[in-house]
């Protein structure tokens, strides 16, 4: 009997010269990670570059647009994200297998919780050895009383030498993690922290500075910060938190504390977008994306940590005013839940 539908056919794939097969419907990335290869990859969504490679020759079909986290430069060389690449014919693609960061499972146990807003809580945890990360990158966290899953989140402080470290867990309707740091005492509960993962750290450079933040994004924004009060930097900094009410708001000692140490002007502006007209509050007002044009410049670097949709309206802004794409690493907090290896 014949039929109407052509199956779909596994295909090949060469790394750097190596062949493995691709599934139908797997992504380059998967078939890598299936075959054993360690093929340098962070968040899996798209979202961070880390698993971009050369497209040396067939056709991919693309999951989701690659414009916002790959420079126009990188497209025209033919760039692609493996983690969003299905092989629509046999390809061939380049890659360099050592770029991946070293990354580690660290157990360790929650030292303490402090809830920072209605929906957000401050989680701390004691590993039991210290972990190597940059100020900006995020790690997989897991939790005991989860099993095998664990969910992506971003160091809220540099690195510690005390091996402490900290995130900012915002509650998301059904995330069995997240609503469990807020909702209950997990003091004393054993924790595995599997990274660093992502590569939005502070570049150096001499020019300005424009952070971004939204929600719990805030978290690597700080953690630059701090880090980089530390080292005496002397770059303009300004800094946009966007939140729905004034409620929303949180760190804002601390951040006033960044303030004072840094050795350059230093502009704070928090946004609210969830305001009622009559509302008493007099700073900003709207989304964060239209207040940013006011304060950057064609020099500035931005680092942009949030919603997807801040993100990608953030990124549209800045190269409307000139910035140049690779001046500006974000870090867009998709719901990402991967399982872990457990020691």
């Known amino acids: 009997m014949f039929t109407l539908f052509k199956k779909k056919q596994a295909a090949t794939a060469h790394i750097n ?23 340098p990859h962070s968040c899996r969504v798209g979202g961070c570059a880390t698993c971009k490679c050369r497209l040396v020759s067939g056709r991919v079909r693309e999951l989701t647009q690659s414009a916002y986290v790959l420079s126009a430069a990188e497209l025209e060389q033919g ?4 983690c969003q690449s299905v092989p629509a014919t046999d390809i061939a693609v380049e890659v360099d297998l050592a770029a991946r960061p070293a990354s580690r499972r660290v157990t360790g146990r929650v030292l303490a919780q402090q809830r920072l807003t209605h929906d957000i809580t401050l989680l701390q945890i004691q590993l ?32 510690q030498a005390d091996a402490q470290v900290e995130f900012f867990v915002r509650k998301v309707e059904g ?17 595995i922290v599997e990274g ?21 994004g805030l978290a690597p924004i700080l953690a630059m910060l701090l880090d980089a009060a530390q080292t005496a930097n002397t770059r303009p900094v300004t800094l946009l938190f966007g939140a729905r009410t004034e409620s929303d708001l949180y760190a804002l000692n601390e951040i006033e504390a960044i303030r004072q140490q840094w050795r350059a002007p230093f502009t704070f502006i928090p946004v609210l977008s969830a305001l009622s007209g009559d509302d008493a509050w007099r700073g900003a007002r709207g989304m964060v994306g239209d207040h940013l044009p006011v304060h950057i410049g064609e ?16 990124t549209a802004a800045l190269l409307a005013r000139g910035v140049a794409h690779e001046h500006i690493f974000a870090d867009r907090f998709a719901d990402r839940f991967i399982t872990i290896r457990r020691p």
């Open 299 to 314: 020099a500035a670097q931005a680092y942009l940590c949030g919603p997807p949709a801040m993100v990608d309206a953030c």
């Open 17 to 39: 010269g190596a062949p493995l097969t691709v599934l139908p419907r797997e992504t380059l990335l998967q078939a890598a990670l299936r075959s054993g290869v360690d093929f």
């Open 196 to 216: 660093p993962s992502g590569d939005c750290w502070l570049r150096p450079g001499s020019g300005p500075l424009v952070m971004v933040a939204g929600g719990s």
């Open 128 to 159: 039991d050895e210290g972990l190597t990360y940059k100020a900006g990158q995020f790690a997989q966290l897991g939790l005991a009383a989860l099993g095998e899953h664990a969910r992506s989140y971003s160091f809220a402080t540099p690195m």
């Open 175 to 191: 995330g069995a993690l997240s609503t469990l740091v807020n909702e209950r005492d997990l003091t004393g509960v054993a924790a």
């Open 79 to 82: 760039y692609i994200l493996a």
